[in-house]
């Protein structure tokens, strides 16, 4: 998401100490009304099938399995699942407890012990209790992909193969013997390092080159029920193959992505120019009512003043102007990450 400044923030830190004046109540204006982040366009733009999607039937059996994984060859967290309640007991492990750390420290449990609860029912009745106890925050916390703890776990699955190294599933149908599809992650920041484009692709090859690439939800509404039930059968893949596929693979996920990117920055680049002519303007406003406040002083005090209060309207203006390119401009290339490989197992180890 992109983050910044809000305008309220902007007003208590940035606006010249001169008297109410008009320019003021422009700035308030310009900057409750105009001043729209992309992610606001985007977000109103959503249609109804970019909803999220998942393998999983819901919240709880993701994180449950994301646990597992994690604690697989040794228990790294302590956790504890009851599948009728769908309730799931952690503490948290010492990256859980920083990542807390960017929210307010009463929605932390004590001693970093966690009650999640995919029931929504039942957390709104803990809901309830707590507002009877003003000062009780829930003691459940509900479960569900915008929870801190859904990020966490993301964060860590994506973290869980080193540098240049993927996961791979073999499977003994639904592919041909020299097919694959290449699960990639490509993402493109602003200039302030904030996620503006982020795109998922499968990208199927065969015949060892790359056949077509597709979003991922595509190929998650196509074959996601079958990839529930597929076992990974743990046979041998032909990994050269799959070596020789990685930069075409890449290549052809970077085009499209940059594809998006060229149509994101033509649609706001117009927008950014918009608000940079708009900052124009108000500064022109905020010198105007300068040379008046100082027309009202001493003569021998308003050349002093006339710079001094020049130069911080000076600074503030550059200040946002710059806030505004680098909120609104995307960087030149994108951050492509290969997350897995779904491909058919040697037929010769298949019995």
Do not use: C
Request: proline share 5%.
């Amino acid at each position: 998401m992109i983050t910044g400044m809000s305008a309220q923030e902007f007003d208590k830190k940035y606006v010249v100490d001169v008297e109410e004046n008009e320019a003021d109540d422009l700035m308030a204006m310009f900057m409750n009304a105009t001043l729209t982040p992309p992610e606001a366009n985007q977000a109103e733009e959503k249609k109804p099938e970019d909803a999220h999607i998942t393998l999983f039937d819901n919240d709880y059996l993701y994180a449950k399995a994301a646990l597992r994984f994690i604690n697989k060859d040794k228990k790294r967290i302590a956790v504890e699942f009851n599948d009728v309640s769908q309730i799931i007991r952690l503490t948290a492990p010492d990256d859980l407890k920083q990542k807390f750390k960017s929210f307010p420290p009463e929605i932390y449990p004590e001693n970093g012990d966690f009650i999640l609860t995919a029931d929504k029912k039942a957390y709104m009745e803990e809901v309830k209790r707590a507002r009877g106890d003003e000062s009780d925050w829930p003691k459940q916390h509900y479960l569900w992909r915008k929870h801190p703890l859904t990020d966490w776990l993301q964060e860590r699955m994506l973290g869980n193969t080193g540098r240049h190294e993927a996961l791979v599933m073999g499977i003994d149908s639904e592919l041909n013997q020299d097919e694959a599809i290449f699960l990639v992650s490509a993402l493109i920041p602003n200039r302030k390092a904030h996620p503006v484009i982020w795109e998922w692709y499968a990208v199927h090859t065969a015949k060892g080159k790359v056949a077509y690439i597709k979003p991922l939800q595509e190929v998650l509404l196509e074959f996601g029920d079958k990839l529930k039930t597929l076992p990974n059968t743990g046979l041998p893949v032909n990994t050269e193959q799959l070596e020789a596929l990685r930069a075409p693979v890449i290549d052809a996920v970077e085009s499209s992505v940059l594809q998006k990117k060229q149509a994101f920055d033509a649609e706001m680049q117009p927008k950014l120019k918009q608000q940079l002519a708009e900052l124009t303007k108000l500064k022109s406003k905020q010198v105007q009512q300068m040379e008046l406040d100082i027309g009202k002083g001493l003569e021998t005090t308003r050349e002093s003043k006339r710079i001094t209060k020049q130069r911080q309207i000076d600074k503030v203006f550059a200040e946002y102007q710059q806030w505004v390119k680098d909120t609104w401009q995307t960087e030149p290339a994108p951050y492509i990450q290969l997350v897995a490989v779904i491909a058919s197992v040697n037929s010769q180890d298949v019995v």
